[in-house]
């Protein structure tokens, strides 16, 4: 028996017995943190004597802990905030270069010079290109910048006029392919489950479990989760079920579940296909819906007059679901009808030759899938009757982006939408609406559903990257960045471009890291002339820069989130929330809106700018900006705490409480649904008529201005199988490279905090090249081996770490590592599949124009 | 009489290792040092395989090895339970590392810094002067949160501010805090719930920590 010894705890952890030392400063100052979009999470930081040393889920008001998306709780990112801080690698003076020649490998030779020294000559330059053509720069910044987060950088982006716009998710950091069908579908910025309500998950390559941080956590934990990942990753490991399928094939797998539901199973929530898909709607022989030939409206087929209607006739009796029907002498059928035609073919025992799931593993997943709908269920939330389909199916960036990923999303949505499931109580919810889209997202159009959203054919293209040429429905939350890169360094032949940008400015991301093809990518930035790089580190795109504008941190800085910016997945709450400053900026960097407030004056549009700061940031009268005075960041921090809260609450209390926030409402929760039924608006599917007219009228434009090496042929109403492009690659490259979002770096830039990175390690196979246990035997390659991965563009050389929960044809790499250049992430030295990802043309989705995340490769011993 | 003890419910694990920053940021812990761990194991052989992550502390045994062997006393145990070390007191002869037998202890032999060559962060000068080189040192519950907490009348395991950082922090909710003399604390009700199972029981150390799931 252990003798126990009373002991008063008096130094910290009751350690050393000493004295505690009484504090000057010792406070908790409460805080938010988006750093990844699945938050706003609010957080408190604890500052001692002027030093941030910790942080935790902020529970001091009431609500905060029910309410918010963290429920008082931590994902592990913010700690990276406070390591940022004190990085001594921060770059803490402008500088400017005095090396003429660029590289990754060359030394700038940077000089420290001053604000205005550094100020001026961004402005000058700027000003000149502005004059002839504001397109003359390209952009490119973090993505929380355009969530509201990133000071009055939006601002100063749009009033500047319209650069060429090289953002976009074509890398790493995005998914990109959803954004622009969650709105074209369900007005949305992009999708995930209702996941407060949600029981059943179907899980194709996404590591949403840890990655989705403490929202996507606390409430995915509740429901049976079916894992589809060539990977073991961590959300497979904590899922009801793994399934190891072939990478590139998920297609495959929801075509035959689709095929199950309808031709073996049966089970339909017809009345929502009826009265809320377009399954209901004729479409004639030429693959479009027939319309009234005075009104130009679709029609439907009214089974109890027997006669085909327009799709908003008043007192329309039942509709046919399925059915040949002959309308005006012309053969016609339902949506629903070409659907169960086209979906025949793609049977479970075709499907398993392809991905290599069980056929009757398949037919239990459907089975299962449509028995926890519950078809036909309601749910009374709040004295509002509501159907309840606690059923979803995610997708991942592998499956959502590259070739084919238009089939994917669209077979994704049609799946949920068999079984009632989109915008239902439990089911597949659009998340994050940006109310400036999303009004267009939900706008009744000219058919009866939402009114598309795409570019106009405009050749020659105003942008390099070429999207209102190619691939119009970019229009909206999207841009195949990655060809911008691509035309910058080699062009399809005769492809007129405007001229080429004079200038890059950036704010904080890392376009050389985040794309693929790593020395392409190099080497078109290094052929722009003037490249201006906000940053806090001496990172990739750093280092080519000319001029360096260090910026705070985002413990060092100010931002409000307004109310009704986003409402996001679980959509528990709506707010206003402060991000104050925790600790003093470093003395000689300057806040993000200091610095584009300074340019936006001495470039000469100070008016437009402040204009645009009023109109972002819902700044209205008495506390609106005059329009050529510059004003202080906080003072329109103060503003806007003023504006949003009616005159009731200042910056001071803000900064006291940290947020107002209320729950939302089950209207607002399920509004979609609500304003869908009361505005007689379809979700337009099954049939995608406007994903092929506007692939037909592309394809009339291209012929027409000679170009023939751009297909449209995925322009498709219906999704079908179409061979993986990686089918093309060579038999030597006999592995697949699979990638996923890490749940300490996703979204978060956090490969350059050191604790961070030591902390990883913990989970073996996250930095390696992950490589099955057996296929290394064959290949006689041990763990830790150092070795080659070959993709036809380039090799990288790491070590190798085995694993049996991976398939003995794939590898994994993570995305979030590679770099070169960056203090501390360089250190890791680890690789990055991106480097070796090919970006091509060939290589890109005609519909979504998102970028092939799959690629393939041989592996040798180094 | 309390007895500190903590629940770990290995369904809800998902490896995030927010709980291993967490405690780091909290006892500003120097590189190479994780008082607070997950270890992830693979099973099984491709494609009958799965992934366990089994968070591990220091497990506060009842009757604690450590503090059989320690020569000075500067590992006690207190009245509630929580094995300290007395860093006044240690003498770094780390007997008490051997006697562990769950490998909860480590040795802060000098300092190092996470910047090497590049001077020492603000963060590493307030570890400097928290924690001592040249003796051992591990998971404290927290203890200083818990002390602060009872003082302002708040209940440990139950108010966020008298909790450990790592359960506190927890993004899955999958760890637990609370007096295991006290049959009605949410621990007791999860042990007995649950089956609560402790890390090698055959030692005969009685640990404090549970692991449920």
Partial sequence: MVKQIVNETKGKGGKTGKAIEKKKDDVWIPTCCWFCVMGPCLHRYHRVDGTVINVEGNTSEPGFDEWTRNQGRLCPKPFGLIEKVYNPYRVKSPLKRTNPE?????????????????????????????????????????????????????????????????????????????????????????????????????????????????????????????????????????????????????????????????????????????????????????????????????????????????????????????????????????????????????????????????????????????????????????????????????????????????????????????????????????????????????????????????????????????????????????????????????????????????????????????????????????????????????????????IVLPDYTELERYDVLSPDYRLGSGRRFRGILLRQPIVEPPPNNRDISYIVTELADRIGFLDTYNNMINIRFNITDPYKLELNKKYEWVDIVDRMCKSLTKGEHDLEWFKEHGAIITPTTTEDQYNVHLHMVKEKIRYPVPYMDVVKTVGENLQANLAKVGVDWWSTKEYVALPSYLPSVLDTVPKEYDFYVTTSRLPQYSNASNNDCALHNEVMQQVPGQYEVLMNAGAARERGIKEGDEVWIESPIGRIKGAVGLSEGIRPDTLFMAGQFGQSVTPVAKDLAKLSVNAITPISYEWTDQVTGTMQSTIKVKVYKA | MTRYGMVLDLNKCVACLGCMVSCKMEHLLPPGMSWCRVLVKEQGTYPSVGKTFQPIVCNHCKDAACVQVCPTGATNKREDGIVVVDYDKCVGCRYCMMACPYGARYFNAKRERYFPGKGVTPLEEASDKELQTGVVMKCTFCVEKIEEGLKKGLKPGVDKAATPSCVANCMTKARYFGDLDDPESEVSQLIRSNRGRQLHPEQGTDPSVYYIG
């Fill in chain 1, 102 to 546: 660029k590289g990754l490998d060359v030394d700038p030779g940077w000089v420290e010079i001053s604000w205005d020294e550094a100020l001026d000559t961004v402005a000058k330059r700027f000003k000149e290109i502005r004059a002839k053509d504001p397109r003359g720069v390209c952009s490119t910044f973090h993505s929380v910048a355009q969530m509201g987060m990133g000071g009055t950088w939006e601002a100063f982006y749009i009033a500047f006029g319209p650069m060429q716009d090289v953002r976009g998710g074509s890398g790493m950091r995005c998914g990109l392919g959803v954004h622009m069908f969650a709105n074209t579908i369900h007005g949305a910025f992009r999708c995930s489950p209702d996941t407060n309500n949600t029981k059943y998950l179907l899980i194709l390559g996404s590591n949403v479990v840890p990655s989705g941080g403490v929202c996507g956590n606390l409430n995915y934990a509740k429901a049976k989760k079916i894992v589809v990942d060539p990977m073991l990753s961590l959300t497979a490991a904590k899922a009801d079920e793994w399934l190891p399928i072939k990478p590139g094939t998920d297609i495959a797998l929801m075509l035959a579940l689709i095929h199950i539901i309808i031709h073996e199973l049966g089970t339909l929530d017809e009345e929502f296909l009826k009265n809320l898909t377009n399954s209901s709607y004729l479409v004639g022989a030429d693959g479009h819906f027939i319309r009234d030939k005075s009104s130009g409206k679709p029609l439907v087929w009214d089974t109890a007059a027997g006669v085909a209607r327009e799709f908003n006739a008043p007192d329309l009796g039942d509709l046919a679901l399925e059915g040949i029907y002959t309308v005006d002498d012309q053969e016609c059928k339902t949506a629903f009808q070409l659907l169960k035609e086209q979906m025949k073919q793609y049977t479970p025992e075709w499907a398993t030759e392809i991905c290599e799931i069980p056929a009757a593993t398949i037919r239990r997943i459907a089975k299962e899938f449509v028995d926890n709908a519950q078809i036909g269920s309601t749910i009374r939330l709040d004295g509002i009757d509501l159907p309840y389909r606690p059923v979803d199916v995610i997708i991942g960036r592998p499956v959502e982006a590259g070739v084919h990923s238009y089939q994917n999303i669209l077979a994704q949505h049609i799946l949920v939408s068999l079984v009632g499931a989109l915008e239902s109580v439990g089911g597949h919810m659009g998340g994050c609406a940006h109310p400036t889209y999303y009004d267009h997202g939900i706008k009744p159009g000219a058919d009866g559903m939402p009114q598309p959203i795409y570019h106009e054919f405009t050749w020659p293209p105003t942008c390099w990257s070429g999207c209102e040429a190619f691939v119009p429905f970019t229009k909206i939350f999207g841009h195949a960045a990655h060809l911008f890169w691509i035309n910058m360094t080699n062009p399809p032949p005769g492809l007129p471009l405007p001229p080429p940008p004079q200038a890059y400015l950036r704010f904080r991301n890392n376009a050389i890291h985040s794309v693929g093809e790593t020395e392409m990518v190099v080497s078109a930035m290094k052929k722009i002339p003037f490249i201006v790089s906000i940053s806090y580190t001496y990172d990739e795109v750093t280092q080519l820069a000319d």
